[in-house]
């Protein structure tokens, strides 16, 4: 499995690039851009145009919609880790702290990009969809420093495949994207070992799965009233292939992530 999508690194990118990055990350209130705008970045004019259009949906109701989907979100209900497993896991109260931070940035950027992606998915394809309504508030990012993405290439080999397998969890099809959530959780592999050991019956029963298809749908009806508020410039001629590339995000990697993420977080102690 590849390890990603064509991407612009944000220690190479420049120019415009960087700038877009840069607003992203204050915009987002993160320390990382994720995957999703990287790979739009490849795209001649894609990465301007879908920021500058679903901008003003994160500066506005988008965060209504992201939480909302968190709190309406139907996990399995499933035993997590206590402290003590953790502790004798080798992780330490001061790796829960860092472990909690990479979990809840994910947590937040990803039911953002689902609903808002999803809106712009809807303006331009749009289908019939449940009635949702948006939360009445939606807590702030924590700003919390996570540590870098370390490439694949340079996980040991047994944790590589652990992250690849993971990676499989919940996925509907072939997997095309490596979740980039993995991959930080990868400085710590007893940690990542206990989420394998929780996740894998709820695989095997075919609930991930189900998690998945939806949190996608649950994505696609908050993007649904969110569409309306978009008013997108003249599109790109890369506009085709920044719609497919928003899709395969949302309907895969993000969706399945968005659930996956929340019933993780939920068994990781405080």
């Given at each position: ?201 709820l695989q095997r029963e075919g609930r991930l799965n189900a998690l998945t298809l939806s949190t996608r749908a649950l994505g ?51």
């Amino acid at each position: 499995m590849a390890e990603s999508v064509p991407s612009v690194l944000e220690s190479d990118a420049t120019g415009e690039i960087a700038d877009i990055y840069a607003d992203i990350r204050k915009v987002l209130g993160t320390s990382v851009v994720n995957l999703i705008w990287r790979n739009l970045a490849t795209m001649p004019g894609a990465l301007e145009w879908t920021w500058s259009t679903v901008r003003p949906l994160y500066l506005g109701d988008g965060p209504l919609h992201a939480e909302a989907v968190r709190k309406t979100i139907a996990l399995p209900d499933w035993p997590g880790f206590s402290t003590d497993t953790l502790a004798a896991a080798g992780v330490d109260e001061t790796e829960r702290a860092l472990i909690r931070d990479v979990l809840d940035s994910y947590q937040h950027t990803n039911a953002l990009a689902l609903v808002v992606l999803s809106a712009l998915l809807a303006h331009y394809e749009p289908r019939p969809a449940d009635t949702v309504t948006a939360a009445d508030t939606a807590p702030k990012p924590s700003g919390a420093k996570i540590p870098e993405l370390p490439p694949m290439d340079a996980l040991d080999p047994e944790v590589a495949a652990l992250v690849g397998e993971l990676n499989s969890f919940g996925e509907d099809t072939e997997p095309q994207l490596i979740a980039s959530m993995y991959r930080h959780l990868a400085y710590w592999p007893a940690y990542l070992a206990l989420v394998r050991t929780m996740l894998a019956p709820l695989q095997r029963e075919g609930r991930l799965n189900a998690l998945t298809l939806s949190t996608r749908a649950l994505g696609y009806a908050h993007g649904a009233v969110l569409a309306p508020q978009l008013k997108p410039a003249a599109p790109p001629d890369t506009l085709k292939g920044a719609l497919a590339s928003c899709r395969l995000f949302v309907e895969h990697p993000i969706a399945r992530m968005t659930g996956l993420c929340a019933l993780i977080r939920r068994a990781t102690p405080e």
